[in-house]
């Protein structure tokens, strides 16, 4: 697969990098066995938290490091992986709407890679596409002021023609972006705010990664389903309402979600940012690389499994348990469901706003005519409305 074809990632893991790691992503001739019934009972992982003060000089500095280490994907099953600060995914960075941003990215991996700020409003230069290896053992800075309403983005690399490998591997993380405007939405990360990165996984007997993601046209479909990097997944809730942040980080696989009593949610956000008021639902679809903000109301002794529904329109087939929801005998309370949220301002296109057609096909053909990081085909002003 390659960069247009999209993505999966990997999963979290605390123990210590190490050295080295294997061309492939596993063995097609080691045994694949067929997953156990899950009971959802391991402690949910949340990824670390990087939320630096403002330095003096204005600057919130952060600092990422691809490693390639060992985690366990299943447990007591050690496996080689590749992470930022870590053996699988990355930390969560935070951020603020005006924050003058420093970046360093080191690389430590045996080949070069990128990273790439999903869903960021920031330069061309700083972006991290294909056209900006880092090499083995370099390093990159790039710097940018966060420009755009609150929400939920991520990173990941984006090297032309290993971008799923790499993501695969391990390399991904979420990046929140906060504003000044008070939405009364939870913001208590890892308490009331929470990350779910979901993931599916074909993993060998031993524990590994199996198969290549960039082999067959639609990448890896997985008969297992990782959160934040963690199998058969609990998470105990001591609030009356949780903000659970959702990205679908798999190579493949639509998620269909919905909670298995059919519990009524609020969809508050989208990849692009808060919605004018939320939205009462009980399902979901989030696509690769989509991300989505659900707030779920719980009761004291809540037990509810998130799931993924089999809706026959796709090529993932079976619903699939994802993580259970555990609610404590007391919960804090919740502040009330806002009737409106601070969206953007509608996109209205001016009248004779210029209109393009673009005609995606095989794996990496726009407008027929094959991807070449040498070629522009296409000029957009800055700032332009167009269709």
Known sequence: MNRRTFLTLAALSGTTATAGLAAGCGSDAEPHPAPPPLDLSTPLRIPPLLNPATEPDGLRRFELITFAGQSELLPGKPTTTWGFNGAYLGPTLRAGRGDRIAMT????????????WHGMR??????????????????????????????????????HGTTSRHVYRGLAGLFLIDDDQDTRLPTAYGTDDIPLILQDKKLTERGGLDGDPMSGPFGILGD????????????????ARVRLRLLNASNARMYHLAFADRRTFHQVATDGGLLPAPVAATTLDLTPGERAEILVGFAPG??????????????????LDLI???????????PELPAALPAPEPIVPPAGAKVRHFTLSGRDSINGRPMDMQRIDEVVPAGAVEI
């Not at 297992?224 to 609030?239: A, D, H």
């Not at 809540?302 to 619903?319: E, H, S």
């Not at 259970?324 to 919740?334: D, G, N, T």
Request: no cysteine.
């Open 302 to 319: 809540d037990n509810v499994v998130l799931r993924t529904l089999d809706n026959g329109l796709d090529i993932a087939k079976g619903d």
């Open 324 to 334: 259970r929801f555990v609610a404590a005998e007391r919960l804090s309370p919740a």
């Open 105 to 116: 990215v080191r690389n430590t991996l045996p080949e070069a890679t990128t990273v790439h």
């Open 122 to 159: 920031l330069p061309a230069a700083m972006d991290g596409g294909p056209h900006q290896l880092i090499a083995a053992g370099g390093h990159w800075s790039p710097s940018w002021t966060v420009d755009q309403p609150a929400a939920t983005t991520w990173y990941h690399p984006h090297p």
């Open 224 to 239: 297992r389903i990782l959160v934040n990097g963690t199998y058969n997944p609990r998470f105990t809730v001591t609030t």
